[in-house]
């Protein structure tokens, strides 16, 4: 069943004084792909800035955002309206032969990193293996070890799957966005022959409630907003995000 929402995303910087510039990075505008379809997106932000939109190395929306005139706020608003209709995942179709193919391996070097960000401890680590010398299929593997992640309940359980996953060599990236009503989530998507996704909260596939918004190595490729500024030090930061479902 497809579901259609309404996404207002705010973030509001204060100051102990005039900040008298900032530079901000705005990775807020949902993702368009067969899967999900952006029927309208703005940018809202106070002061008045200067604005100019490109995609980055993963693809991303990305709104870059200058601010030049002296502020002790900084407010940024994202409103989406976003038509959700997922279609269920392809059976797993790659063998562990196919997936370790330089064609895939190399392609997807950047998604089988291990930086200590995604890094698995040993437990996790041997737990993976386990799972996936037992699997027939890396699709079967990635879908055992989500499970075992999800029954964890890892206080960062994106990063741990994405760790475990890549430790066995399955690709895998992180996808930031929504969940309804949850607002503000994280899945993962591995590769087989295309991009299949999971919530390490759950262990099953994301589906009419997710709305995808930006993909990445880990979190720090998909920050909603980052930046810098000239000026005091930062006394608050408030995130607010109101998920509306329209139909």
Known sequence: MSM?????????????GPAVASYNQARLTPLTTPD???????????????????????????T??????????????????????????????????????????DRFVEFLGLPPLVAPGEELAAQAKAIAASAGLPGEAAVGIARAVAEAAPADAAHQLLGALRTVGIPARYVSGYVYPGGAH?????????????????GTEPGDA????????DHTDVKPLGGIYSGPAERDVEVSVEMTRLA
């Open 64 to 105: 870059a955002i200058e601010v030049l005139e002296a502020h002790r706020a900084l407010k940024v608003s994202a409103t989406s309206t976003v038509h959700v209709d997922r279609k269920p995942g392809a059976a797993p179709v790659l063998t562990w032969e196919e997936a370790a193919h330089p064609g895939v391996a």
């Open 36 to 62: 999900q379809i952006v029927v309208h997106h703005r940018i809202d932000v106070s002061p008045k800035p200067w604005t100019y939109e490109y995609k980055d190395y993963f693809g991303n929306e990305v």
């Open 4 to 16: 259609q929402f309404r996404i207002v995303h705010t973030t509001t910087f204060t100051y102990d």
């Open 186 to 202: 994280s899945w993962v998507e591995w590769w087989d022959n295309g991009w299949h996704g999971i919530d390490p909260a759950t």
């Open 210 to 217: 997710y709305v995808g918004v930006a993909t990445g190595r």
